[in-house]
């Protein structure tokens, strides 16, 4: 998709927002594009499928696209309707768009759409808030991105790292609101966290969203550790992650409560850090996770279970 | 306002919404402030570095606030149990990083990038680690440089690197630094390495798994290099109140 393919898309699509150019939905809202190939049916397949006879139903291919699960939402490839399936969990319901379809709020209360592969076309996944995400289905491959549908943050230039996305900038802007950032000072920090008094509702519940998904992917490595399930990489280094994006969220939580908003994060959050508290309360003693931050986050509160593993966490 | 209550309510006055809230704000922040400052006092024989200590503690207390009540202790005497534990966080960092300035290893916790005494295959091993400092020095530090812009120039941000390299390898001391660049050792001159270093490798270390996911090397040897990053670029240079 072009750029002005996908600023006429969103206008079409949702209509309640700000067009393109104004506040809300400028061109850093939307993420870099991934292609996800569609599966070629096998010669044999073809050769010997027999519809009509299948007993149980077809297990859908798992599909992996950072986009859509930056916003909750699962895919699965079903090879008998050659449709993508798209499903999310009843607290983030959404719903799907085409060009020139009229959506409204209600219509985003759903958790499983298809989007047929058959034909070429564009389409939209949003929440009642807005938009998540938007995709064209090509001939050979469905092309998505991801919308982060709100302005950019005020966040100093030493700061900004060139290649961020709108994502990575709201994340910066909460640790530049509790001064984690070590090159921005002081007055940098209020702008930051007066941000989201100025913008709508809906913009403050899409990030209240994206912060949820990204709380839940940290309480699924949690209990993975709780359990004694493996992790993908060295156990220090994947605590040093969990941490860091534990405490991102941290900052949006700020954010959020600064504005008077974030109460659904606020709850999300009291059961995963208490599952964090139990994983680090029994963290083994000659595995050491310490940097700069974490330090950090154990001097500015001494209660959060996702400081440094060499100081002391009060147990609240 | 009781301690507890002043926790719960300390955040920056200057953020507040309204005038209210920031006299509420300004009137947390003191209480937390006096307290931490009586407590650094009883225990920290130094006044200048309890005052340091307390308004370092209380500025940082108040950036991660206003805290919910179920994230913070109920009763004063829990209040001033979790604020002694952020002073005790504190200095234990400080006094660490000091006695390692001097040379003390065993508070250095990181074993360095490869344990040579774990497997027969030394020789293996110290060549992933000749490869991984010839990734990290030769491609990633040069390729994140190109993308510094701002307050941190390309040339400051490749001379705080190779000066935390230095001071990791002990090809160079402090000292030695301080009077190469400045003529004498002085504890402004000290913070100034502090905060360039400081702000050298956090840009570095925010900026390694992106170059790394792009770079896609053997899953060893990813993490090879990143703990080679995080052992040798390592604070080394402490605030100024120490020279």
Not at chain 1, 73 to 94: P, Y
Not at chain 2, 124 to 142: H, I, S
Request: charged share 25%; aromatic share 6%; hydrophobic share 45%.
């Amino acid at each position: 998709m072009t750029t002005e393919q996908i600023e006429a898309f969103l206008a079409q699509a949702f209509p309640g927002q700000p067009l393109p150019g104004q506040s809300g939905l400028d061109a850093g809202a939307v993420g870099d594009a991934e292609r996800l190939l569609l599966p070629e049916p096998q010669v044999d397949e073809a050769r010997t499928s027999r519809p009509g006879v299948a007993i149980v139903p077809p297990a859908l291919l798992h599909v992996r696209s950072d986009a859509l699960e930056a916003a909750g939402i699962e895919a699965g490839f079903d090879e008998d309707t050659r449709a993508l399936v798209l499903t999310a969990s009843a607290h983030l319901a959404f719903g799907l768009a085409e060009p020139g379809q009229l959506r409204t709020s209600g219509d985003a209360g759903g958790t499983r759409f298809q989007v047929p592969t058959d034909r070429a076309h564009a389409f939209g996944v949003w929440s009642a808030a807005g938009p998540l995400a938007i995709g064209s289905v090509g001939p050979r491959a469905i092309e998505l991105r991801v919308v982060n549908a709100w302005p950019a943050p005020p966040l100093p230039a030493s700061v900004v790292i060139a290649n961020w996305s709108r994502w990575h900038a709201t994340m910066a802007a909460g640790r530049v609101a509790r001064g984690f950032e070590p090159d921005a000072t002081e007055a940098d920090a209020i702008p930051a966290r007066r941000w989201l008094r100025s913008v709508t509702a809906d913009q403050r519940a899409l990030i209240e969203r994206f912060a949820i998904v990204r709380l839940h992917a940290i309480e699924s490595q949690l209990l993975r550790l709780q359990e004694g399930l493996g992790v993908d990489q060295q156990l220090d280094f994947a605590w040093q992650s969990l941490c860091w994006h534990r405490d991102d969220v941290e900052g949006l939580r700020v954010l959020l409560r600064e504005a008077g908003a974030g109460q659904t994060l606020a709850t999300a959050v009291r059961g995963v850090d208490d599952i964090g508290r139990a994983v680090r309360f029994s963290w083994p003693s000659d595995i050491d996770v310490h940097d700069e931050r974490l330090q950090r986050v154990s001097e500015a509160d001494p209660g959060a279970w996702w400081g440094s593993t060499r100081r002391q966490v009060v147990w609240l | 306002m009781t301690i507890a209550e002043a926790l719960r309510a300390v955040a920056p006055p200057a953020a507040a919404d309204t005038d209210d809230e920031a006299r509420v704000r300004a009137a947390a922040l003191e209480i937390v402030y006096i307290e931490l400052h009586r407590l650094a006092r009883s225990r920290v024989g130094d006044r200048t570095e309890a005052e340091d200590v307390a308004s370092t503690l209380a500025y940082q207390i108040a950036s991660t606030g206003p805290r919910d009540a179920d994230r913070s202790p109920p009763t004063d005497g829990q209040a001033r149990a979790y604020l002694w534990t952020a002073i005790r966080n504190r200095m234990v960092d400080r006094h660490r990083v000091a006695r390692r300035e001097q040379g003390d290893d065993d508070l250095d916790r990181f074993e360095g990038a490869v344990d040579l005494t774990d497997h027969a295959e030394v020789e293996e091993r110290m060549a992933l680690l000749t490869q991984a400092q010839q990734l990290l020095y030769g491609e990633a530090v040069p390729a994140i440089a190109r993308e510094t812009d701002g307050r941190f120039d390309r040339d400051g941000f490749l001379t705080a690197v190779q000066q935390m390299r230095a001071l990791h390898q002990r090809s160079l001391t402090l000292d030695a630094l301080l009077v190469e660049t400045d003529g004498q050792v002085t504890a402004a001159g000290r913070n100034r390495l502090y905060k360039q270093h400081e702000r050298a490798r956090t840009r570095l270390l925010g900026a390694l798994p992106a170059w790394l996911e792009g770079r896609r090397l053997d899953s060893t040897l990813d993490q090879v290099l990143r703990r080679l990053a995080a052992t040798e670029l390592a604070s080394r240079v402490t605030r100024g109140a120490g020279a």
